[in-house]
């Protein structure tokens, strides 16, 4: 039904137009009685949980941070059979995001371009969303910066979000890694980035409990970055690493070079990402040896795309341009085939 109806009449509209459609349908799907009926269509048959950072996942496959920003819809995507919901990403105060259009399809490439630039509503908004929680699942809060706030001062923005979701949310994600904040990707070198997690860390463990935090990184740094990012990881002694966020290379794409041009900067997500993804993935495996959580995300779109990601090392999976291009079938095709594979 996705494949004949409703993804031709989305893609007819603009795509943050068809997101806004989206938003709709799964506030709808939520409801009772659609969610009794999507739920018995999408179930996920696996017995037993996947145990990960101390929390039980349903299932190892997630939604990333990008399409829950403002937490408006995880009830409806939890019914889809997603083992977790990662919203966000949320900064302090409400922002607007990049001007307008700032969301492309690259549909040949199976792809997405976005210079979406931290669209939110803010963190209190999410948090009375989150205080309205119909169900007990695993929610991930995807914390940044405001785009007026300056590097110095980043890590007050991420202690803010971290403070206010702490009661609301099963683990934290620390994006320092989008490609459309002006300057945010600098604080992904050494001093800083350490600087900033240890910060959170340390405000971690001042509560009763710990959440895990996970950092996302890019998919475009060096050997040598990545080696540095395990040793904080492990120094800080974070949960581990999202791998990864979008890229802002442009190259094998199938769109022609000019489409791809007039379109602008911005991160590429979707199919294209898989192979760099893939590679992320497997060295930063074989580089920890297992000391912490690694969850892979990119280019995922099939259930072989899911084993593949499972076997380069990442413990958790999560979906979003694959989801947009296959729908919801995705969903449960992937966790069909993580359960014949668990063992």
């Known amino acids: 039904m996705y494949q004949r109806i409703l993804k031709p009449l989305l893609f007819l509209l603009s795509p943050e137009k068809a997101h806004t459609f989206a938003v709709v349908f799964l506030k709808l799907s939520a409801l009772f009685p659609m969610n009794l009926i999507v739920r018995s269509v999408f179930k996920n048959n696996n017995k037993t949980p996947y145990t990960c950072m101390g929390i039980q996942f349903p299932s190892r496959l997630g939604l990333a941070a990008g399409f829950d920003k403002d937490a408006e819809m995880f009830d409806g995507l939890l019914n889809f059979g997603f083992g977790f919901v990662e919203i966000g990403t949320i900064t302090p105060k409400p922002q607007g995001g990049n001007e ?43 914390i940044g910066k405001n785009k007026i706030t300056p590097n110095d001062e980043a ?112 991160g590429l997500s979707g199919s294209p990402l898989k192979k760099k993804a893939l590679e992320v993935v497997s060295y930063l495996s074989e580089k920890s040896k297992g000391a912490f959580t690694i969850v892979g995300v ?27 291009y296959e729908g919801p079938i995705m969903v449960k095709k992937i966790n069909e085939a993580l359960n014949l594979n668990s063992n």
């Open 298 to 324: 990119g280019g995922i779109s099939t259930a072989q795309d899911a084993l593949d990601m499972i076997r380069a090392g990442a413990d958790l999976i999560q979906v979003y341009t694959g989801f947009i």
């Open 100 to 142: 307008k259009p700032r969301l492309f399809r690259l549909p040949v490439d199976k792809g997405l371009i976005n210079r979406m630039g931290f669209n939110n509503q803010g963190v209190e908004s999410a948090v009375n969303r989150l205080k309205k929680r119909k169900r007990n699942a695993v929610i991930g809060g995807n």
């Open 155 to 266: 890590f007050l923005d991420y202690e803010r979000c971290f403070e206010e979701l702490f009661e609301y949310v099963d683990y934290f994600t620390v994006n320092v890694s989008s490609p459309n904040t002006p300057g945010l990707r600098s604080l992904q070198d050494k001093e800083p980035l350490k600087k900033l997690l240890q910060h959170l860390q340390d405000l971690n463990n001042t509560h009763g409990s710990i959440k895990p935090i996970l950092l996302k990184i890019a998919p475009d740094l060096s050997r040598n970055q990545l080696d540095e990012v395990v040793e904080i990881v492990l120094e800080t002694k974070i949960a581990g690493i999202i791998a990864c966020n979008t890229t802002i290379e442009r190259s094998g794409l199938l769109t022609p070079s000019d489409a791809v041009e007039q379109i602008g900067p911005g």
